[in-house]
Protein backbone atom coordinates (compact mmCIF):
# COMPACT_ATOMS: atom_id res chain seq x y z
CA UNK A 1 0.00 0.00 0.00
CA UNK A 2 2.81 2.46 0.64
CA UNK A 3 4.03 2.09 -2.72
CA UNK A 4 0.77 2.96 -4.23
CA UNK A 5 0.63 6.08 -1.81
CA UNK A 6 3.83 7.21 -2.18
CA UNK A 7 3.19 6.90 -6.29
CA UNK A 8 0.19 8.80 -6.09
CA UNK A 9 1.69 11.47 -4.06
CA UNK A 10 4.60 11.53 -6.58
CA UNK A 11 2.71 11.91 -9.27
CA UNK A 12 0.52 14.69 -8.20
CA UNK A 13 2.97 16.74 -6.13
CA UNK A 14 5.21 16.89 -9.43
CA UNK A 15 1.87 18.72 -11.67
CA UNK A 16 3.48 22.33 -11.69
CA UNK A 17 -0.47 22.91 -11.39
CA UNK A 18 -0.54 22.14 -7.97
CA UNK A 19 2.04 24.62 -6.66
CA UNK A 20 0.77 27.41 -9.32
CA UNK A 21 -2.93 27.10 -7.36
CA UNK A 22 -1.05 27.46 -4.15
CA UNK A 23 0.62 30.29 -4.92
CA UNK A 24 -2.83 31.35 -6.46
CA UNK A 25 -4.49 30.58 -3.28
CA UNK A 26 -1.62 32.58 -1.31
CA UNK A 27 -2.13 35.96 -3.14
CA UNK A 28 -5.56 35.72 -2.89
CA UNK A 29 -5.13 35.55 1.29
CA UNK A 30 -2.73 38.61 1.16
CA UNK A 31 -5.14 40.16 -0.14
CA UNK A 32 -7.90 39.13 1.60
CA UNK A 33 -5.57 40.34 4.91
CA UNK A 34 -4.88 43.76 3.14
CA UNK A 35 -8.65 44.76 2.53
CA UNK A 36 -9.54 43.76 6.58
CA UNK A 37 -7.16 45.65 8.42
CA UNK A 38 -9.58 48.17 9.69
CA UNK A 39 -11.83 45.32 10.31
CA UNK A 40 -13.26 43.90 14.21
CA UNK A 41 -11.45 40.99 14.93
CA UNK A 42 -15.00 38.41 14.45
CA UNK A 43 -14.63 39.67 11.08
CA UNK A 44 -10.97 38.89 10.46
CA UNK A 45 -11.73 35.39 11.70
CA UNK A 46 -14.87 35.51 9.55
CA UNK A 47 -13.28 35.93 6.42
CA UNK A 48 -10.79 33.27 7.18
CA UNK A 49 -13.45 30.75 8.06
CA UNK A 50 -15.43 31.22 5.13
CA UNK A 51 -12.53 31.24 2.53
CA UNK A 52 -11.03 27.79 4.19
CA UNK A 53 -13.87 26.25 4.47
CA UNK A 54 -15.53 27.62 0.96
CA UNK A 55 -13.81 28.85 -1.70
CA UNK A 56 -11.04 27.16 -0.93
CA UNK A 57 -12.41 23.81 -0.13
CA UNK A 58 -13.92 24.22 -3.54
CA UNK A 59 -10.64 24.50 -5.26
CA UNK A 60 -8.61 22.45 -3.14
CA UNK A 61 -11.01 19.27 -3.34
CA UNK A 62 -12.03 19.99 -7.11
CA UNK A 63 -8.08 19.74 -7.84
CA UNK A 64 -7.45 16.77 -5.28
CA UNK A 65 -10.12 14.91 -7.61
CA UNK A 66 -9.15 15.50 -10.86
CA UNK A 67 -5.54 14.87 -9.97
CA UNK A 68 -6.48 11.34 -8.37
CA UNK A 69 -9.62 10.12 -9.93
CA UNK A 70 -8.95 11.62 -13.59
CA UNK A 71 -5.77 10.31 -14.06
CA UNK A 72 -6.92 6.80 -12.60
CA UNK A 73 -9.92 6.96 -14.86
CA UNK A 74 -8.09 8.14 -17.80
CA UNK A 75 -4.49 5.56 -17.47
CA UNK A 76 -6.80 2.39 -16.31
CA UNK A 77 -4.46 2.29 -13.42
CA UNK A 78 -7.03 0.42 -10.76
CA UNK A 79 -7.49 -2.16 -13.23
CA UNK A 80 -3.95 -3.04 -13.96
CA UNK A 81 -3.32 -2.73 -9.94
CA UNK A 82 -5.97 -5.21 -9.71
CA UNK A 83 -4.83 -7.25 -12.96
CA UNK A 84 -0.67 -7.50 -11.45
CA UNK A 85 -2.32 -9.26 -8.13
CA UNK A 86 -2.87 -5.70 -5.96
CA UNK A 87 -6.18 -6.14 -3.70
CA UNK A 88 -9.14 -3.98 -3.82
CA UNK A 89 -9.45 -3.17 -0.39
CA UNK A 90 -5.86 -1.94 -0.31
CA UNK A 91 -6.45 0.32 -3.81
CA UNK A 92 -9.24 1.92 -1.97
CA UNK A 93 -7.40 2.67 1.48
CA UNK A 94 -4.74 4.14 -0.16
CA UNK A 95 -7.08 6.76 -2.27
CA UNK A 96 -8.39 7.72 1.13
CA UNK A 97 -5.04 8.14 2.54
CA UNK A 98 -3.59 10.29 -0.24
CA UNK A 99 -7.02 12.37 -0.19
CA UNK A 100 -5.97 13.06 3.77
CA UNK A 101 -2.03 13.78 2.99
CA UNK A 102 -3.00 16.11 0.30
CA UNK A 103 -5.68 17.91 2.24
CA UNK A 104 -3.02 18.09 5.20
CA UNK A 105 -0.27 19.45 2.84
CA UNK A 106 -2.84 22.25 0.98
CA UNK A 107 -3.71 23.69 4.70
CA UNK A 108 -0.35 23.29 6.44
CA UNK A 109 0.61 25.76 3.93
CA UNK A 110 -1.97 28.15 3.79
CA UNK A 111 -3.00 28.50 7.33
CA UNK A 112 0.72 29.49 8.59
CA UNK A 113 0.75 31.52 5.46
CA UNK A 114 -2.18 33.44 6.34
CA UNK A 115 -1.03 33.39 10.26
CA UNK A 116 2.45 35.35 8.43
CA UNK A 117 0.41 37.88 6.50
CA UNK A 118 -1.93 39.05 9.91
CA UNK A 119 1.63 39.24 11.53
CA UNK A 120 3.46 41.54 9.07
CA UNK A 121 0.01 43.38 9.13
CA UNK A 122 0.21 43.85 12.55
CA UNK A 123 -3.78 42.29 13.28
CA UNK A 124 -4.26 42.13 16.96
CA UNK A 125 -5.16 38.46 17.01
CA UNK A 126 -4.71 36.73 20.26
CA UNK A 127 -3.25 33.61 20.83
CA UNK A 128 -6.48 32.00 21.25
CA UNK A 129 -7.74 33.26 18.26
CA UNK A 130 -5.14 32.38 16.29
CA UNK A 131 -5.09 28.68 18.07
CA UNK A 132 -8.94 28.49 16.48
CA UNK A 133 -8.19 29.40 13.33
CA UNK A 134 -5.74 26.82 13.35
CA UNK A 135 -8.26 24.32 15.07
CA UNK A 136 -10.99 25.40 11.92
CA UNK A 137 -8.55 24.62 9.20
CA UNK A 138 -8.24 21.23 10.71
CA UNK A 139 -12.07 20.43 10.95
CA UNK A 140 -12.04 21.53 7.17
CA UNK A 141 -9.34 18.74 6.60
CA UNK A 142 -11.81 16.31 8.18
CA UNK A 143 -14.62 17.79 5.54
CA UNK A 144 -12.57 17.67 2.94
CA UNK A 145 -12.00 14.40 2.90
CA UNK A 146 -15.57 13.33 3.29
CA UNK A 147 -16.29 15.67 0.24
CA UNK A 148 -13.22 13.55 -1.45
CA UNK A 149 -14.52 10.00 -0.55
CA UNK A 150 -18.35 10.97 -1.74
CA UNK A 151 -16.42 12.06 -5.17
CA UNK A 152 -14.75 8.51 -5.66
CA UNK A 153 -18.22 6.74 -4.65
CA UNK A 154 -19.75 8.98 -7.64
CA UNK A 155 -16.63 7.85 -9.87
CA UNK A 156 -17.21 4.35 -8.75
CA UNK A 157 -20.57 4.63 -9.28
CA UNK A 158 -20.94 6.22 -12.84
CA UNK A 159 -17.40 5.80 -14.34
CA UNK A 160 -17.25 9.69 -15.05
CA UNK A 161 -15.17 11.59 -12.97
CA UNK A 162 -16.92 14.94 -14.58
CA UNK A 163 -20.28 13.84 -12.33
CA UNK A 164 -17.89 13.49 -9.42
CA UNK A 165 -16.50 16.84 -9.77
CA UNK A 166 -20.34 17.56 -9.84
CA UNK A 167 -21.01 16.04 -7.27
CA UNK A 168 -18.15 18.38 -5.36
CA UNK A 169 -19.76 21.40 -6.32
CA UNK A 170 -23.02 20.30 -5.11
CA UNK A 171 -21.71 19.17 -1.68
CA UNK A 172 -19.23 22.16 -1.15
CA UNK A 173 -20.81 25.00 -2.94
CA UNK A 174 -24.93 23.86 -3.22
CA UNK A 175 -25.64 21.86 -0.27
CA UNK A 176 -23.44 24.07 2.30
CA UNK A 177 -25.20 27.77 0.68
CA UNK A 178 -28.71 25.89 0.47
CA UNK A 179 -28.82 24.77 3.96
CA UNK A 180 -27.42 27.89 5.29
CA UNK A 181 -30.14 29.93 3.25
CA UNK A 182 -33.52 27.57 4.48
CA UNK A 183 -31.92 28.03 8.32
CA UNK A 184 -31.53 32.34 7.58
CA UNK A 185 -35.22 32.55 5.83
CA UNK A 186 -37.19 29.71 7.10
CA UNK A 187 -35.50 29.02 10.65
CA UNK A 188 -35.12 25.18 9.10
CA UNK A 189 -31.48 23.78 10.59
CA UNK A 190 -31.06 21.12 8.12
CA UNK A 191 -27.52 22.07 7.75
CA UNK A 192 -26.76 20.74 11.48
CA UNK A 193 -26.79 17.16 10.06
CA UNK A 194 -24.54 17.49 7.03
CA UNK A 195 -20.61 17.75 7.17
CA UNK A 196 -20.65 21.56 7.09
CA UNK A 197 -22.79 21.88 9.45
CA UNK A 198 -21.13 19.38 11.77
CA UNK A 199 -18.12 21.38 11.19
CA UNK A 200 -19.26 24.68 12.19
CA UNK A 201 -21.15 23.29 15.23
CA UNK A 202 -17.90 21.71 16.71
CA UNK A 203 -15.90 24.82 15.67
CA UNK A 204 -18.70 26.92 18.19
CA UNK A 205 -18.15 24.77 20.86
CA UNK A 206 -14.72 24.35 20.78
CA UNK A 207 -14.37 28.57 20.46
CA UNK A 208 -17.38 28.91 23.48
CA UNK A 209 -14.68 26.35 25.65
CA UNK A 210 -16.63 23.31 25.26
CA UNK A 211 -14.99 19.98 23.68
CA UNK A 212 -17.62 18.60 21.17
CA UNK A 213 -16.21 15.44 21.19
CA UNK A 214 -19.83 13.93 20.25
CA UNK A 215 -20.21 15.96 17.01
CA UNK A 216 -16.46 15.16 16.23
CA UNK A 217 -17.45 11.12 16.75
CA UNK A 218 -20.48 11.61 14.80
CA UNK A 219 -18.42 13.54 11.85
CA UNK A 220 -15.83 10.47 12.11
CA UNK A 221 -18.57 7.74 11.46
CA UNK A 222 -20.01 9.74 8.75
CA UNK A 223 -16.66 9.55 7.08
CA UNK A 224 -16.17 6.11 7.62
CA UNK A 225 -19.65 4.82 6.90
CA UNK A 226 -19.03 6.72 3.43
CA UNK A 227 -16.05 5.04 2.98
CA UNK A 228 -17.22 2.14 3.74
CA UNK A 229 -20.01 2.24 0.96
CA UNK A 230 -17.32 3.23 -1.39
CA UNK A 231 -15.44 0.34 -0.44
CA UNK A 232 -18.57 -2.10 -1.01
CA UNK A 233 -18.95 -0.90 -4.23
CA UNK A 234 -15.81 -1.26 -5.48
CA UNK A 235 -15.18 -4.78 -4.33
CA UNK A 236 -17.98 -5.39 -6.46
CA UNK A 237 -17.41 -3.32 -9.45
CA UNK A 238 -16.22 -5.05 -12.38
CA UNK A 239 -13.51 -3.30 -14.00
CA UNK A 240 -12.05 -3.82 -17.68
CA UNK A 241 -8.85 -5.83 -16.72
Do not use: H
Amino acid sequence: MRKLIRADLRRVCRKPSMWILMAIMIIVQFFDVLTITDEPMEQVLTSARNRFGLTFMLIITIFIAISVLSNDRNSNSWAYDIGIGIGRRKLIWAKAIVFVILMVIFYAVLVPERLFFYAVTSLPLSGRQLSLLVVYAGLQVIRGVSVLIIDMLVDILTDSTALAILANVAQVVFITLGTRMAALFYNVNIGDYTPDGLVENAYNNIAAGRFPWQLIVVLLIYVGAVFAVAAAVFRNKELQL
